[in-house]
Nanobody, 131 residues
Framework: QVHLVESGGGLVQPGGSLRLSCAAS????????MGWFRQAPGKEREFVTA????????YYADSVKGRFTISKDNAKNTVYLEMNSLKAEDTAVYYC????????????????????????WGPGTQVTVSS
């Protein structure tokens, strides 16, 4: 059993920065990929970024490319999302997700931007970008 818990959300002004953390507990050594999604009120859950150890690759949604950075501290079992140049449209609940199943045998962006790929989710952390 694996649990994910996000932290680091809050209120920030446009142009500001936040660093989100996703701490994993339990058996995490078998993770195939981890990522971040976000969901604003009335909208579908949206892919933000993912890191794949299957491919040794990182993917970003176009909306955050160049502004957000995903990274992982293996020793701490923690994935980070560094968010810079934040905009009002970045306001959402941000969710950490992980794939521990290894059921997907594919490659490329389309293998990691789907909600259904991930079998572990954190409860989310609110990010609000406002003046």
């Amino acid at each position: 059993q694996v649990h994910l818990v996000e932290s680091g959300g809050g209120l920030v002004q446009p142009g500001g920065s936040l660093r989100l953390s996703c701490a994993a507990s339990g058996r995490t050594f078998s993770a195939y990929a981890m990522g971040w999604f976000r969901q604003a009120p009335g909208k579908e859950r949206e892919f933000v970024t993912a890191i794949s150890w299957i491919e040794d690759n990182i993917y970003y949604a176009d909306s955050v490319k160049g502004r957000f950075t995903i990274s992982k501290d293996n020793a701490k079992n923690t994935v980070y999302l560094e968010m810079n140049s934040l905009k009002a449209e970045d306001t959402a609940v941000y969710y950490c997700a992980a794939d521990f199943s290894g059921e997907y045998d594919c490659s490329g962006y389309g293998c990691y931007d789907r909600v259904g790929r991930y079998n572990s989710w954190g409860p989310g952390t609110q990010v609000t970008v406002s003046s």
